[in-house]
């Protein structure tokens, strides 16, 4: 890794690429060709794909007027529909953050029958397409389904009722957690465990106080990401989720039905809250990595 | 995303839980697993047989199923390749140079993840639908880009725009540019460095990214579902097949079409094992 280096800096004429480069402008100097090409390709691209369409929407919503704006993003039903899929995402980021925690600890810390397995299934949600997910929960937590049934019993009606949604996004959001935390708690160095318990710290102290501190920020930024995930999801909801307006509606089927009724102001509208909401999320996942990434350099 | 750290060859630290404390964790996250991701994994198989294979093979081989099957297979033919050479261009002008302005590509990027996929769909539909500039002159010109392939094509690209990029990215950085730099200095080409030198590097990674972008091109839902239109036996993807089938009580046929996509998901979740196995493989290998 380190010959080639010295091999270049001699070669290279001028201010060569090394630590620190002089900049010139907006861009370092560099011997690498390529760079106009591909820049141009990932700007292009990035342009025709994803500015110029959420363009469209911007402009569309603009083109409503502020009136008409204020009007149906008061409407009731819109109200709902946010407030349902909010506090959803809410409840289930918070399940996950839980649960995500502990499966992220047992996967990591104990040797078990079947560990592999588990640790390669947490990635699922990744990898399942929404919808089946979506069908499979439905029928899982149905009235007949294996789980439904004794929940039915016990009188927790989950398919078909509020419960189903966060079933589904507590479904799709807990990779997010459990692999946001898995390498933080691989990184935590054991000797500080053991300097906490040979100070005389019981073993409950030694993880409030802490191991709970050294995963705070992968925590927040897992139970951030799954909550985003959360807010946006539609596929594996409308299945479990009964789908009655302004108690069981989600934001991204009320834009749905909304375009059936060609109603495309109505669905402008709904999209730009939702992006904003997804906007503002991300600019908060951004600020928690930061931290998350400062904490591992600083623990080194 | 390393998984699996190095076991632990010492004795029991004297920090771990008590036996039984650890017995009832790894109980309760075995319970929460089963119950939130393989139960539900089983129940998809399950329902699909229910009725045994022949009336599963009957489902599957019924014309419009093969009609959104041939049509996913088509979208994600055309969607994939695409996001193929717009990840590694990207991941090239990303890791490969210092530019004002890096930090912004790199979430501009990441965008289409934080987007739902509904409003994925919907910024197309107000790009090209009724009441648009484009869609109306396009489709003067011969052109239907909504409730056709093309429309179809462009959400799936959308959603699955960052998934190459993202893999090569975080790789590319950490290789640098030193042995590019060696194979220019010793006369190699910008073209021949890159096949011969960056590609075969990172050749795991690309591998992996492909596979994610492929398995999330033929399983999208939302998006696709927006731009459609729904035409049985013609713009019908495999996920939106499903959701008929499943509308319309045809619980058998909706599960037998959802197998074949459970089934990419438990491939594409096998590869990611096998390569991240691998991986560990040439680190240990590296380190001992």
């Known amino acids: 890794m380190t010959a080639p280096r010295t091999v270049t800096a001699a070669a290279s004429p001028g201010p060569g690429p090394g630590p620190g480069p002089a900049r010139r402008g907006w861009r370092a100097p560099s011997v690498i060709p390529g760079f106009g090409p591909t820049l141009g390709i990932t700007l292009g691209y990035l342009g025709l794909v994803v500015l110029i369409p959420l363009a469209a929407l911007v402009w569309r919503s603009t083109e409503l007027g502020a009136a008409a704006f204020w009007d149906l993003a008061r409407d009731p039903r819109t109200l709902a529909a946010l407030r349902t899929s909010f506090g959803a995402a809410l409840i289930a980021a918070g399940v996950n953050a ?112 802490v191991i709970a501190p050294s995963l705070l920020p992968a925590w927040a930024t897992g139970f951030a990401l799954a909550l985003a995930r959360g807010v946006g999801e539609y596929g594996s909801v409308i299945f479990i989720a009964g789908n009655l307006p302004h108690v069981s509606e989600i934001a991204p089927l009320l834009i749905v039905i909304k375009l059936e009724e060609f109603n495309y102001p109505a669905a402008t509208a709904v999209g730009v809250m939702m992006l904003s909401i997804s906007f503002a999320l991300l600019l908060v996942i951004n600020l928690l990595q930061a931290w998350n990434r400062r904490r591992l350099t600083d623990a080194r | 995303m390393p998984a699996n750290p190095t076991a632990p060859q010492a004795p029991p630290p004297p920090t771990g839980e008590p036996p039984l404390v650890r017995a009832g964790l790894i109980a309760v996250a075995m319970a929460f697993l089963a119950a939130f991701l393989l139960m539900p994994l089983v129940s998809v198989f399950a329902e699909a047989f229910a009725r045994g294979p022949a009336a599963f093979l009957a489902a599957i081989a019924e014309p419009d199923a093969l009609a959104a099957i041939r049509l996913t297979l088509t979208v994600a033919a055309i969607a994939v390749p695409l996001n193929i050479v717009f990840g590694l261009a990207a991941a090239w002008a990303v890791t490969k140079f210092e530019f004002r302005g ?187």
Not at chain 2, 158 to 167: D, G, H, K, S
Not at chain 2, 174 to 179: D, I, M, S
Not at chain 2, 215 to 226: N, T
Not at chain 2, 239 to 249: A, D, Q, S
């Open chain 1, 98 to 209: 839980v649960f995500g925690a502990l499966v992220a600890w047992v996967l990591v810390r104990y040797r078990f029958a079947g560990r592999r397995l588990l640790d390669a299934v947490v990635d699922l949600p990744f990898a399942l397409p929404t919808a089946v997910a979506g069908i499979a929960l439905a029928a899982l937590y149905g009235p007949q389904g294996w789980l439904g049934k004794p929940l039915a019993a016990l009188g927790i009606q989950v398919a078909y009722a509020p419960a189903g949604i966060v079933v589904a996004l507590v479904f799709v959001g807990l990779p997010f957690v459990v692999r946001t935390l898995q390498p933080v708690i691989a990184e935590i160095d054991r000797e500080w465990e053991e300097a906490a318990a040979s100070l005389g710290a019981r073993r409950a102290q030694t993880v409030r106080r």
């Open chain 2, 102 to 288: 890096k930090a912004l590509l790199v979430t501009l990027i990441d965008l289409p993840f934080s987007v739902s996929p509904v409003i994925s769909g919907l910024i197309y539909v107000l790009l090209f639908g009724a009441g648009s500039a484009l869609g109306p002159w396009l489709q003067g010109h011969g052109l239907q880009v909504l409730f056709a392939l093309p429309g179809i094509v462009l959400a799936t690209v959308f959603v699955t725009l960052p998934f190459v990029a993202r893999e090569l990215i975080p790789l590319m950085e950490a290789q640098g540019t030193a042995e590019e730099e060696a194979a220019l200095t010793l006369g190699a080409g910008g073209w021949a460095t890159f096949r011969r030198v960056t590609l075969p590097n990172v050749r795991f990674a690309l591998l992996y990214g492909v596979l994610l972008c492929n398995a999330r091109a033929m399983g999208e839902f939302g998006a696709v579902s927006v731009v459609s239109g729904h035409i049985r036996g013609v713009t019908n993807t495999m996920p939106l097949h499903v959701e008929i089938l499943y509308n319309e009580y045809n619980f058998l046929a909706a599960f037998a079409v959802a197998t074949l996509l459970a089934l990419l998901a438990l491939v594409t979740l096998a590869a990611k094992t096998a390569l991240e196995w691998q991986r560990s493989q040439r680190r240990r290998a590296a380190g001992a």
